[in-house]
């Protein structure tokens, strides 16, 4: 355990137990559903019916409770107090979870019943203990009935949290795990060192596995519902103080996350989570929402994730989007809503409407509870299209032929809860906006002097997005027919799993028959590849076609002679030891379970598991990479990575405003659907949109008609550029 500063905050937590505990039976009626029942039943008949809950909200004005002070087991009273939010004074805000239980626990609120929900009423029960007397909650100062003034409140709920003097975020009750988790971040805040962060020895492998109970006690924390909600992010990034409740635990949220970006630059977080005793569900489940939910809450909220090369989170919609795809959300339009007064183009956004001909009008994208979700999420499209005057965001849309989304293609379903990765989206920019071209990521390469030269720029200039929107939810676009799909690999690469067995376990054999299956399809998706592979040589970037595939598959961030397997044969080969390792696992753990353990035993079992872990750490890439995609080989001998929905014959084209391909699929006589976007190795913006290159003599003037512009390259020497014809 962490010692420094651990006895004051013990000492601390007893005098707060002391004074701001709550009754253990304030909390065991309300889960009792009779109980709570006669007493709606019975407030309900001793009070006047004739008292209005609330009135509505004039321009600019909110609602805040009053909470009258009161016993444990008393019923909570409150009065609501309407206040001008330029000048509300000072006041506290909440941010928990609603749940999924209906209202079912009787409060008063104007001398009048109304039903709130089990974790909302545990919250106000502690803040009332806490002498917490104005507080705005938005289940009961927004009237949730009337949709007009809720998107009014919605629109403004980044001002009412920033105005806040302090937000209470209620994480829930506390038990043995959460007491012990608070102790251990606690002590683990004594070693913030110059730069706000724990050094990493903190998080080395001794200190992982030499302390479960430690790691499993905050993992319980971190899987809490709060973290996985979208509202949180809104709640969380506005205040100007955040304090995180848990039962009679409290902790400043800036101080929170500052240990959580601490285990994200040590590479710990999904280490950390893993001791979760849920650590085993399927992907896309909570545990996978809350750890996204974290890495983007400290991007978003220290903007600086790059320290070397000071790159700043750009707080736009689509950003904001990107980063909140795994989040929660009850009702499918807060996806949107939920983040939308974050974004710094918030007050801009907007689209044209297309239905009056030449007398078009802008129209503002707003809040608004009347629309459905497809309304939302095409009018969401169509605004970050017209105001970034860039289609990157036609990268987070992806066909889905079992789906019944009544999406056009060229729209992302903000709502699904398994979305797919999009590789290259840059939510940061350079601290020097002049820096960055228009609607191009200043990061699309690693290569930095690529950027710097003057052709990248020109190019950038005379490549600017051509689009406008059409009747019929359609989007017209110009780009060029780069490609065509001529292969694909018969498999999909299956969806992440696990890979790491825990020897803890109770029983850790009960995860081998998955991996297996997990293994053996990987395998049948690589015997594809290497397939495929064989037959794109030369390939156009001249590369041998083991690099190449390696690349593809790694997504080139990994140095070529770095865990790399030497040849297609020890690519398959690895794979197929790696099943046998995992047999020869099972049956040295099935062996230390069936008897008392003994050193040999516990020495056999350590190195089946090194020796399995050794064969499969290079999967780490791939899974990243590649869950559910196919692998594509194309015409011009190019190998990549499509969509699961992809089919030979799909069109790879390359779209002015898009730096990544995008598959098309004609449906028509110039109508197409989008697929969604590939990956192809030695496939670059630039060098595709270019039909012509030459290098001028020094006064040479060519005809204006021959190139689309004249520029230099980094040398100094004049070049003249000639790009290809678009199509529409």
Same mark, same amino acid.
């Given at each position: #355990?962490?010692?420094?500063?651990?006895?004051?905050?013990q000492?601390?937590?007893r005098?707060?137990?002391?004074?701001?505990?709550v009754?253990?039976? $304030?909390?065991?009626?309300?889960?009792?559903?009779?109980?709570?029942?006669?007493?709606?039943?019975?407030?309900r008949r001793?009070?006047?019916?004739t008292s209005?809950k609330?009135r509505?909200?004039?321009?600019?004005e909110?609602?805040?409770?009053q909470?009258?002070?009161?016993?444990?087991?008393?019923t909570i009273e409150?009065?609501?107090?309407y206040?001008?939010?330029q000048?509300?004074g000072?006041y506290?805000?909440?941010?928990?979870?609603?749940?999924?239980?209906?209202?079912?626990?009787?409060?008063l609120?104007?001398?009048?019943?109304?039903?709130i929900?089990?974790n909302l009423?545990?919250?106000?029960i502690?803040?009332?203990?806490r002498?917490?007397t104005m507080?705005?909650?938005?289940a009961?100062?927004i009237?949730?009935?009337d949709? !007009?003034?809720?998107?009014r409140?919605?629109a403004?709920?980044?001002?009412?949290?920033?105005?806040a003097a302090?937000?209470?975020?209620?994480?829930?009750?506390?038990?043995?795990?959460?007491?012990?988790?608070?102790?251990e971040l606690?002590?683990?805040s004594?070693h913030?060192?110059?730069?706000?962060?724990?050094?990493?020895?903190?998080?080395?492998?001794?200190?992982?596995?030499?302390?479960?109970?430690r790691?499993?006690a905050?993992?319980?924390i971190?899987?809490?519902?709060?973290?996985?909600?979208v509202w949180v992010?809104q709640?969380?990034?506005s205040?100007?103080?955040?304090? #995180?409740?848990?039962g009679?635990?409290?902790?400043?949220?800036?101080?929170?996350?500052?240990l959580?970006?601490?285990?994200?630059k040590?590479?710990?977080?999904?280490?950390?989570?893993?001791?979760?005793?849920?650590r085993?569900?399927?992907?896309?489940g909570?545990?996978?929402t809350?750890?996204?939910?974290?890495?983007?809450?400290?991007?978003?909220?220290f903007e600086?994730?790059?320290?070397?090369?000071?790159?700043?989170?750009?707080?736009t919609?689509?950003?904001?989007? !990107?980063?909140?795809?795994?989040?929660?959300?009850?009702?499918?339009?807060?996806?949107?809503?939920?983040?939308l007064?974050?974004a710094?183009d918030a007050r801009t956004?907007?689209?044209?409407?297309?239905?009056?001909?030449?007398?078009?009008?802008?129209?503002p994208?707003?809040v608004d509870?009347?629309?459905?979700?497809?309304?939302?999420?095409?009018?969401?499209?169509?605004?970050i299209?017209?105001?970034?005057?860039?289609?990157?965001?036609?990268?987070?849309?992806?066909y889905?032929?079992?789906?019944a989304?009544?999406?056009?293609s060229?729209? !992302?379903?903000?709502?699904?809860?398994?979305?797919?990765r999009?590789?290259?989206?840059?939510?940061?920019?350079?601290?020097?906006?002049? &820096? &960055?071209?228009s609607?191009?990521?200043?990061?699309?390469?690693?290569?930095?002097?690529?950027?710097?030269?003057?052709?990248?720029h020109?190019?950038?200039l005379?490549?600017?997005?051509?689009?406008?929107?059409?009747?019929?939810?359609?989007l017209n676009v110009?780009g060029?027919h780069?490609?065509?799909?001529?292969?694909l690999?018969?498999?999909?690469?299956p969806?992440?799993?696990a890979?790491g067995?825990?020897?803890q376990?109770?029983?850790?054999?009960?995860?081998f028959?998955? #991996?297996?299956?997990?293994?053996r399809?990987?395998?049948?998706?690589?015997d594809?590849?290497?397939?495929?592979a064989?037959?794109?040589s030369?390939?156009?970037?001249?590369q041998?076609?083991?690099?190449?595939?390696?690349?593809?598959?790694?997504?080139?961030?990994?140095?070529?002679?770095?865990?790399?397997?030497?040849g297609?044969e020890?690519?398959?080969?690895n794979?197929s030891?790696a099943?046998?390792a995992?047999?020869?696992?099972?049956?040295q753990?099935?062996?230390?379970?069936s008897?008392?353990?003994? $050193?040999?035993?516990e020495?056999?079992?350590? $190195?089946?598991?090194s020796?399995?872990?050794?064969?499969?750490?290079?999967l780490?890439e791939?899974n990243?990479?590649?869950?559910?995609?196919?692998?594509a080989?194309?015409r011009?001998?190019?190998?990549?990575l499509v969509?699961?929905?992809a089919?030979?014959?799909?069109?790879?084209?390359?779209?002015?405003?898009c730096?990544?391909?995008?598959?098309?699929?004609k449906?028509?006589?110039?109508?197409?659907?989008?697929?969604?976007?590939?990956?192809?190795?030695?496939?670059?913006f630039d060098d595709?949109v270019?039909?012509?290159?030459?290098v001028? &003599?020094?006064?040479?003037?060519?005809p204006?008609?021959?190139?689309?512009?004249?520029t230099w390259d &980094?040398?100094?020497g004049?070049?003249?550029?000639?790009?290809?014809?678009?199509?529409?």
């Open positions: #355990m962490f010692h420094d500063g651990r006895r004051g905050w000492k601390a937590r005098r707060m137990a002391h004074k701001f505990g009754n253990i039976l $304030a909390k065991l009626w309300v889960r009792s559903k009779r109980l709570r029942e006669l007493r709606t039943s019975y407030l001793t009070l006047p019916s209005r609330c509505p909200l004039r321009e600019g909110i609602r805040l409770l909470i009258k002070p009161g016993y444990t087991l008393s409150c009065d609501f107090v206040v001008d939010l000048s509300a000072d506290a805000a909440l941010s928990y979870t609603w749940g999924i239980c209906d209202p079912s626990i009787p409060i609120v104007n001398k009048r019943v109304s039903l929900t089990e009423y545990l919250a106000l502690h803040l009332r203990q002498e917490v507080l705005w909650v938005d009961l100062c009237n949730q009935d949709l !007009a003034e809720r998107a409140q919605v403004q709920m980044k001002e009412v949290y920033c105005r302090i937000v209470h975020i209620w994480l829930g009750e506390s038990n043995e795990l959460s007491e012990r988790a608070f102790d606690h002590g683990l004594e913030l060192d110059y730069d706000a962060a724990v050094p990493s020895r903190f998080f080395d492998e001794v200190a992982m596995n030499g302390h479960h109970q790691w499993r905050i993992s319980e971190l899987y809490r519902p709060w973290f996985r909600r992010i709640e969380a990034l205040a100007r103080r955040a304090m #995180m409740v848990c009679k635990d409290i902790i400043d949220l800036d101080l929170f996350l500052r959580i970006n601490s285990m994200i040590a590479g710990v977080l999904d280490m950390v989570m893993s001791y979760h005793p849920q085993h569900e399927l992907p896309g909570p545990i996978r809350a750890i996204k939910q974290l890495e983007f809450l400290v991007k978003a909220k600086v994730t790059n320290f070397l090369t000071a790159h700043k989170f750009k707080p919609l689509l950003n904001y989007l !990107a980063g909140t795809r795994w989040a929660e959300a009850t009702n499918p339009l807060d996806k949107v809503y939920g983040i007064s974050l710094d956004l907007g689209s044209w409407d297309v239905g009056l001909g030449k007398n078009r009008r802008w129209l994208f707003k509870y009347n629309l459905s979700k497809e309304e939302v999420f095409i009018n969401a499209t169509k605004a299209l017209c105001t970034t005057r860039s289609l990157d965001v036609l990268r987070f849309a992806r889905d032929p079992d789906s989304n009544g999406l056009p060229w729209v !992302a379903d903000w709502a699904n809860k398994t979305p797919h999009v590789f290259g989206h840059m939510s940061v920019c350079p601290t020097y906006e002049d &820096k &960055k071209p609607w191009r990521s200043y990061l699309a390469t690693s290569d930095q002097s690529y950027i710097r030269d003057p052709i990248y020109d190019i950038t005379h490549c600017s997005p051509e689009f406008y929107l059409g009747k019929a939810n359609t110009k060029i780069f490609d065509t799909i001529t292969a690999s018969t498999n999909v690469y969806r992440e799993h890979h067995i825990d020897p376990s109770k029983d850790p054999t009960e995860l028959e998955p #991996m297996q299956q997990h293994l399809i990987i395998t049948q998706w690589i594809d590849c290497v397939q495929l064989r037959r794109c030369p390939y156009p970037t001249r041998s076609p083991l690099s190449s595939l390696w690349r593809t598959l790694s997504g080139g961030v990994t140095p070529e002679n770095s865990l790399m397997p030497q297609f020890a690519l398959l080969s794979l030891k099943e046998s995992l047999g020869a696992l099972k049956t753990l099935s062996s230390v379970q008897k008392w353990p003994d $050193a040999l035993s020495i056999a079992a350590s $190195a089946a598991l020796h399995f872990e050794s064969l499969v750490s290079w780490s791939c990243s990479r590649c869950h559910s995609r196919k692998f080989i194309t011009k001998k190019y190998m990549g969509p699961d929905g089919i030979v014959g799909d069109f790879i084209c390359i779209m002015y405003g730096e990544m391909p995008l598959i098309l699929r449906c028509g006589r110039n109508s197409f659907r989008l697929i969604g976007y590939g990956e192809f190795e030695g496939l670059v595709a270019v039909e012509e290159k030459v001028l &003599k020094r006064r040479e003037n060519p204006e008609e021959r190139f689309d512009f004249v &980094k040398f100094g004049n070049v003249g550029v000639r790009l290809k014809k678009l199509r529409s």
